[in-house]
């Protein structure tokens, strides 16, 4: 016993972060959010070039669907790719999903009424199920909890950076006849005002697709060991750049266990054949030892399935609604908080109170450039450190249990004195970039951890980016009625603190979750209990090459059967 506790630990010890595939499925990732982010700049803009808005009320609410199509059809179709991926892996939905962003980029860009570009959004919707596949890769990427803080800090970071990226390129390439009449004027570019951005994010896309294409590996568990054709070119062309004496085919730099074992047992195994980065420390082995507690077996998938959905794993998923809906709905009321004009009247508090700040523009996009950079810092050094130290579930508890107090006490940053508004400003996004980047990766962690099986993970993932999709195509919408009501009343605050209500609910759920440790069937070494070690000892008199690898020595052997007693 004390033997395969030590072996566990060497395991642990040498299992590598995947950090070139984390980099690779990076850059495929940070394609998405320049797409998804470089309309908003102009779309309201665009709207009115359509001429269907009587006024400016009109072009608002004309935005607001064209912005929500993209989240009501992702929702429509989450559940559907998320459950592809589980059939035929993740990569081919994956880089489906960015041919869908890309071509749905191109549509946009040459429409010329609000029902193109309607549907044009809506199709990118349709055949993007991105969110919820790439939080399934990492969680197949990185098999030791320990390296699960510093993963679901990477693609969080890569959303902030692209968003950072894409509102810039919507802001200076929208009407370029306008902005750069001397080179534009009279082009085609003057016809379809909105093109050039699209233009350049959809190549954009097709960078990350290829990518994706010749050096992404398959992380699903039936269908990494696939002969891969894209994969195959990428390694010729890695090894025509270097020279046959520094390139390895390995893909990170240090082998993983799994890898030595696989060169130790020849190319016979299944385990030889992967190129895959990601530390499997289940491969032809643990086949063996430990079969799978999920399994989809034909005639039972679908009950399989249903029975995936825990109770943790609904908790989990009706926690990624709420948070979804009062976010999106927050990233909608500080510009509006920000761009109304100061007012005039004197408030009667505590409730009835109007105004706002009266930044310009070019102000409050500089505000919002500021806070992307904040949330990169958040989530690149703030969480991982915060989670590391507390766990998941008590990292999340915070974050939901301070949301409710942000939205109270945003409305009443206009009341106060001008010299104070820029650090009340800036306190409150700090506040709020720290939330978001804590609860969205906890949320996704404890989502992973809750899954019995991978099989079933790309569903479950599918469901939860649905659960979000739906609610950010609500959110937005409804705080827009609600603070359009609250204006009439003469109380700003009122969709604020109907947001503080909506998270405040986030507390339910919340107090049942648990946080739970991965399963047997994720392979991970840090969580194994004494039956299960057991099993292996057994089997593993079976294994001679892979057991010679492991043994200990007499020292190793006497200080760990010491602290097994």
């Known amino acids: ?105 191109l549509l946009f860009g040459f429409a010329q009424n609000l029902p193109m570009a309607l549907v044009a959004r809506a199709l ?39 968003t950072i990226i894409g509102a810039s390129l919507g802001g200076i390439l929208a009407r370029p006849a306008i902005s750069f009449p001397d080179t534009f004027a009279g082009t085609l570019f003057e016809t379809y005002p909105y093109l050039l951005p699209n ?19 398959e992380t699903h568990e039936d269908k990494k060991f696939e002969k891969d054709r894209g994969l195959e070119i990428g390694q010729w062309l890695l090894r025509k750049v270097w020279s046959k004496g520094t390139y390895t085919a390995l893909t990170d730099k240090d082998a993983s266990i799994d890898e030595m074992q696989a060169m130790l047992e020849g190319p016979g195994s299944p385990t030889y054949q992967s190129t895959s980065s990601s530390p499997t420390l289940c491969s032809s082995r643990s086949s063996i030892a430990e079969p799978p507690p999920f399994t989809l077996e034909k005639g039972s998938e679908s009950s399989t399935v249903r029975s995936a959905f825990t109770k943790q794993v609904c908790l989990n998923i009706v926690g990624v609604g709420l948070l979804a809906f009062h976010t999106i709905s927050l990233e909608q009321l500080i510009p509006i908080l920000m761009s109304h004009p100061e007012s005039t009247k004197k408030p009667e508090l505590p409730f009835k109170f109007e105004g706002g700040f009266g930044f310009s523009t070019q102000k409050i996009g500089s505000i919002l450039a500021v806070q992307g950079v904040l949330q990169m810092i958040a989530q690149v050094v ?85 659960s979000a999709s739906v609610c950010r195509g609500f959110g937005p919408t409804i705080a827009g009625a609600v603070d359009s ?73 006497t200080v760990n059967s010491v602290l097994s007693k």
């Open 124 to 162: 990118g919707g349709l055949l993007n199920g991105n969110i919820g596949v790439l939080q399934t890769t990492v969680a197949e990427l990185v098999t030791v909890e320990k390296h699960q803080p510093r993963a679901y800090s990477i693609m969080p970071f890569i959303w902030c950076l692209g």
């Open 485 to 557: 009501i609250g204006a009439g009343m003469g109380v700003s605050g009122l969709a604020w603190w109907v947001c503080a209500g909506v998270a405040a609910t986030a507390w339910i759920p919340g107090a049942f979750m648990k946080e739970e440790r991965r399963r047997p069937g994720f392979c991970n070494v840090d969580d194994v209990d004494d039956e299960e070690l057991g099993l292996r000892e057994a089997l593993d008199d079976t294994d001679s090459d892979v057991d010679s690898i492991m043994t200990l020595t007499p020292e190793e052997d």
């Open 199 to 217: 233009l350049v994010c959809a190549a954009v896309v097709i960078f990350g697709l290829t990518v994706g294409i010749l050096f992404l590996e």
């Open 382 to 466: 703030v969480f991982p450190w915060v989670n590391k130290r507390i766990g998941s579930l008590r990292t999340f508890w915070i974050t939901i249990a301070t949301y409710p107090f942000l939205y109270v006490m945003a409305p009443y940053l206009a009341l106060l004195p001008k010299p104070l508004r820029i650090p009340g400003i800036f306190v409150l996004l700090v506040w709020k970039v720290t939330a978001q980047s804590m609860s969205y990766p906890s949320l996704n962690m404890m989502l992973a951890n809750a899954a019995p099986s991978k099989k079933v993970l790309g569903t479950l993932n599918g469901a939860a980016a649905s």
């Open 1 to 105: 016993m004390a033997r395969h506790r030590g072996a566990n630990t060497l395991l642990r010890d040498n299992t590598p972060f995947p950090t070139r595939q984390m980099a690779i499925l990076a850059l495929c990732r940070i394609c998405e959010p320049i797409a998804f982010m470089s309309i908003f700049p102009y779309v309201y803009y665009m709207v009115g070039d359509f001429g269907i808005a009587h006024d400016e009320a009109q072009i608002s609410v004309y935005a607001g669907m064209v912005t929500s199509a993209f989240a009501f059809a992702e929702c429509a179709s989450g559940v559907f790719w998320g459950r592809l991926s589980d059939r035929v892996g993740r990569k081919k939905v994956l880089l489906g999903g960015l041919f869908g962003t890309g071509l749905s980029m």
